[in-house]
């Protein structure tokens, strides 16, 4: 699995990176420079700790790539969604504590 948090550049990006994982869950934060949120990262970065062996964890900046939350139809920052073969199995819109997103992962992992 990835040992870093992949920051997805562009849709070509993503498209390799989901290429390259199609077998496994990608879970992606979308987040933007101006989201005063940023302590959010620090809960996405534990996350990615406890669960790098499950899932592979990656982000997406709006401000600089709009295409990728056009495709899954992000309209809240922060957003984290949970997708597999590009096929989306979760959308969690707006803040969410460890404890909720870990209850998630685990669910999500449990049905793999």
């Known amino acids: 699995m990835s040992e ?23 879970i992606i934060n979308f987040w933007a420079n101006w989201c005063k949120y940023k302590a959010y990262f620090e809960i996405y970065d534990k996350l990615h700790q406890e669960y790098s062996n499950s899932f592979i964890f990656a982000k997406v900046n709006v401000s600089e790539n709009l295409a990728i939350p056009r495709l899954y139809q992000v309209s809240w920052i922060p957003t984290i969604i949970f997708i597999k073969n590009k096929e989306l199995i979760k959308k969690i819109p707006g803040l969410a504590n460890y404890d909720s997103l870990k209850i998630v992962l685990e669910k999500i992992k449990s049905n793999k």
């Open 4 to 26: 870093e948090i992949i920051n997805i550049k562009n849709l070509n990006h993503f498209n390799q990176i989901s290429n390259d994982f199609q077998d496994k869950i990608i």
